[in-house]
């Protein structure tokens, strides 16, 4: 069953640290690995796409790693802001087709 | 970057009617858009594929009466929620692909929810 998971649940950090989210897929065939983030009450805004190629990218603040081989990808947030404060979702596109398989997320708080 | 727009951010409706929700991409065409629902502290959850000119698919366990899709030109889908109750209170989420370039590592855009309250 294709699936994507993502530890930890939430995560509390103080600001100006640095954190780490976890994320792990069974999806097959793979297409790409996203990132996105969701604030409260918004829809999802895209950090990173990632494809089977690629094992790094940053956007800002914000690096994710992909290793295809072990279906393990991470999100580092370095150097952490208040406004960091949201969900963090993992998403895997499986194969052609456009659907997006979304982990739970990761919710982060970011406090001062 | 492309913009997804969806219209209302929220509504607060009475049980037994029915509200209509617009997903809007506002500088792209998208032949494809995919309404989502998603409940508090939980991920977002596939309802329909909406097809450009063509029936929308749904996904299993989502009711095609209730939840009425029409996606009648490359920028604008509708979800309509058919006599609503009060555990359709829920926020929905619309996503839209570029189409006449996009692949399979095309950047899905998502709009900025509508929180329906139904009482």
């Known amino acids: 069953k294709n699936q994507v998971e993502q530890s930890p649940q939430s995560l509390i950090i103080l600001e100006g640290k640095n954190c780490t989210l976890q994320?792990?897929?069974?999806?097959?065939?793979?297409?790409?690995l996203r990132w996105y983030k969701q604030d409260t009450g918004r829809g999802p805004v895209s950090l990173t796409i990632m494809t089977f190629s690629e094992n790094t990218k940053s956007n800002g603040r914000y690096t994710a790693t992909l290793d295809a081989d072990t279906k393990q990808s991470s999100l580092h947030i370095t150097a952490s802001q208040l406004s960091d404060s949201a969900s963090y979702i993992c998403v895997v596109r499986g194969d052609s087709s456009y659907k997006l398989i979304f982990g739970s997320g990761t919710r982060l708080l970011v406090r001062p | 970057g492309a913009v997804v727009s969806q219209h209302p951010s929220w509504v607060i409706c009475k049980s037994g009617t029915s509200v209509k929700i617009e997903c809007r991409s506002l500088?792209?065409?998208?032949?494809?858009m995919f309404w989502y629902r998603q409940f508090p502290k939980q991920s977002l959850m596939l309802m329909a594929t909406s097809n450009e000119g063509s029936k929308a698919t749904y996904e299993q366990g989502v009711e095609k009466d209730k939840f009425l899709i029409n996606h009648a030109s490359l920028t604008l889908s509708t979800l309509t929620v058919t006599s609503a109750h009060p555990e359709d209170s829920s926020f929905y989420i619309c996503?839209?692909?570029?189409?006449?370039?996009?692949?399979?590592?095309?950047?899905?855009?998502f709009g900025q929810g509508t929180r329906l309250t139904v009482v």
């Open positions: 996503s839209a692909r570029e189409s006449l370039t996009g692949g399979v590592n095309t950047e899905a855009f």
């Open positions: 994320c792990n897929y069974t999806v097959s065939p793979f297409s790409n």
């Open positions: 500088d792209f065409q998208a032949t494809t």
